[in-house]
């Protein structure tokens, strides 16, 4: 059961870095290259969005 709490968290970040992708300034080639890492790697590529990802503004 533990698995599935730990899916549905990863889901719901994922959902929020694609949604931080597609809001940012970056290419469309590079947000497309971005989804699909992170929807073919979830885990991993959640992690490397968050290090390397399109970075929004910082107030």
Known sequence: MEYG???IVIL???LIA???VWSSGATTA???L???LIIILP???LIAWFFVGPKRARV
């Open 18 to 20: 694609l949604f931080s």
């Open 43 to 45: 885990v991993l590529g």
């Open 34 to 36: 971005w989804t699909l």
């Open 5 to 7: 709490i730990f899916g």
């Open 30 to 32: 590079t947000k497309l």
């Open 12 to 14: 719901i970040l994922d």
